[in-house]
């Protein structure tokens, strides 16, 4: 059962806008599209024209599905919530050892997809990322606004790109706000827009005083990070809750970031006069 | 003006019980002591008995009195919350430039902090740690209480050490909570109560799903850490409050943790049925 080599890209497709954004780029690129939907994940308005709808925890019946296909890709897109440990346990109890799910249970939602990920691989598929299929939908290199960070929030961007380095190795969350020198929060398993309500909490409190050139948020994807498992991302809300919480720019990995809907991020952006950078992972932006 | 090697031990002491606590130790063992109250922020008790009370921001008249009194040692004792940025700003313009001020302003408390010793240094002080003149207050190595923690915990505990060390480049919180290999969270700006105010909400959600090991809360001072300008501490409400969270045991680098009231923190570890470890720079508990 190898890869076939001219096959459709099959998307698995969760939550959010992402999927169906993916498979127009796809389709734009003259690539053969199939969508399995989740049930209660997937967009309503996708699932309509999905191929296959199938139960997040009927892994079976999307294999299936998969070797029926011979696709010459596989992607994951959009969130899936995690399924409780005992649906998990029972869903992977068939392809897994018992010992192999426990550990996994007790790890990141990182190992809980690559280990899935590994589990289509077996099966002779090809399991891609959407930076490779489709790397349009990644923040690019340099300033996407008209605000430019100056000398001080670029190293405050430094440093915050820096930190996250330090991280990698650990499952921890890929985004921190920096004021000045300063480290005012590092994303845990709460997500990107509780740190940054965290922020505004603590934002001119004793805790956190207000200097004049305010904050900045980083995210990009850990170093050395399966793009295919976890790709971070950002969008018109994180720019109004990061514009709320005090921050005055955002800078995020370049070809390792998703700006989802670009247009209205940027818009955003341009209204509160925040900057947007994408910065390469060599450096300067 | 050269340190006196037999004058007094002058605490400069902020609030909470620890100046007392120090004052004490100190006595003990046969030290002359003097304390300089803050007004506003040394607790009443202590104030009433102090040597002088001064203002915060009077650095000028602080100093005044360490010449006057010849001490053998300084040591700074208790929190201060930090002044606002302009009044930091009036009572350092005397002492130094306005670039270095702003930039202090711009980083964190360590280096205000710091800025602060050196001042006391530049005047022939020598200002000591409380890890160096009274190293009782601190955490002993070794299991605490009755419960220990297991294999699977003590992964935990070494995880979150290493976190620990990797973020010690930065100016950033000194505790973790580890829910298995996982990261749940990193303490930032709020503080260790706040952090695990956050680890209990999110604690059995699908964020952080409960894992039947629960969570280990580690805290210890960075590498390289001077401990004379900040020594982390975990107390009887650190307790409550890690029981709250979901949290299982705290362990705590040993020598370099002060533990606030040791006899009810481990009362309410016990009650808790929490493990207490201390664990030693180079490793094992």
Same mark, same amino acid.
């Given at each position: 059962?190898?890869?076939?080599?001219?096959?459709?890209?099959?998307?698995?497709?969760?939550?959010?806008?992402?999927?169906?954004?993916?498979?127009?780029?796809? $389709?734009? &690129?003259? &690539?053969?599209?199939?969508?399995?939907?989740?049930?209660?994940?997937?967009?309503? /308005?996708?699932?309509?024209?999905?191929?296959?709808?199938?139960?997040?925890?009927?892994? /079976?019946?999307?294999?299936?599905?998969?070797?029926?296909?011979?696709? %010459?890709?596989?992607?994951?897109?959009?969130?899936?919530?995690?399924?409780?440990?005992?649906?998990?346990?029972?869903? +992977?109890?068939?392809? &897994?050892? /018992?010992?192999?799910?426990?550990?996994?249970?007790?790890?990141?939602?990182?190992?809980?997809?690559?280990?899935?990920?590994?589990?289509?691989?077996?099966?002779?598929?090809?399991?891609?990322?959407?930076?490779?299929? %489709?790397?349009?939908? +990644?923040?690019?290199?340099?300033?996407?606004?008209?605000?430019?960070?100056?000398?001080?929030?670029? $190293?405050?961007?430094?440093?915050?790109?820096?930190?996250?380095?330090?991280?990698?190795?650990?499952?921890?969350?890929?985004?921190?706000?920096?004021?000045?020198?300063?480290?005012?929060?590092?994303?845990?398993?709460?997500?990107?827009?509780?740190?940054?309500?965290?922020?505004?909490?603590?934002?001119?409190?004793?805790?956190?005083?207000?200097?004049?050139? #305010?904050?900045?948020?980083?995210?990009?994807?850990?170093?050395?990070?399966?793009?295919?498992?976890?790709?971070? %991302?950002?969008?018109?809300?994180?720019?109004?809750?990061?514009?709320?919480?005090?921050?005055?720019?955002?800078?995020?990995?370049? #070809?390792?970031?998703?700006?989802?809907?670009? @247009? @209205?991020?940027?818009?955003?952006?341009?209204? &509160?006069?925040?900057?947007?950078?994408?910065?390469?992972?060599? #450096?300067?932006?």
């Amino acid at each position: 059962m190898a890869a076939a080599s001219h096959g459709p890209v099959v998307i698995l497709a969760g939550g959010g806008a992402l999927p169906e954004r993916l498979a127009r780029a796809l $389709q734009g &690129r003259g &690539r053969e599209v199939r969508i399995i939907a989740f049930r209660g994940f997937t967009a309503w /308005r996708l699932s309509r024209r999905a191929d296959a709808v199938v139960d997040l925890l009927d892994i /079976r019946r999307a294999l299936n599905l998969l070797a029926s296909w011979s696709p %010459a890709e596989v992607v994951l897109a959009g969130p899936v919530q995690r399924p409780g440990p005992a649906a998990a346990l029972g869903a +992977l109890a068939s392809f &897994r050892n /018992r010992d192999e799910i426990a550990s996994l249970l007790a790890s990141g939602d990182d190992r809980l997809l690559t280990s899935v990920i590994r589990l289509i691989e077996e099966q002779g598929h090809r399991v891609s990322g959407i930076d490779g299929l %489709a790397p349009e939908l +990644l923040a690019p290199a340099g300033v996407m606004s008209t605000v430019t960070p100056d000398d001080e929030q670029r $190293q405050s961007m430094a440093l915050g790109f820096s930190l996250l380095g330090s991280l990698s190795p650990f499952d921890v969350g890929q985004a921190a706000v920096i004021a000045g020198r300063r480290v005012a929060a590092i994303e845990g398993p709460e997500g990107t827009d509780a740190m940054l309500k965290r922020v505004r909490r603590l934002w001119g409190t004793r805790r956190l005083p207000k200097s004049h050139h #305010g904050m900045v948020l980083v995210k990009t994807a850990k170093e050395g990070q399966d793009l295919r498992v976890d790709l971070p %991302a950002i969008g018109p809300r994180t720019v109004i809750r990061a514009a709320a919480a005090g921050v005055n720019g955002i800078a995020v990995g370049a #070809g390792r970031t998703l700006v989802i809907d670009p @247009e @209205e991020t940027l818009q955003e952006a341009e209204r &509160r006069r925040l900057f947007l950078v994408g910065v390469s992972p060599r #450096g300067a932006a």
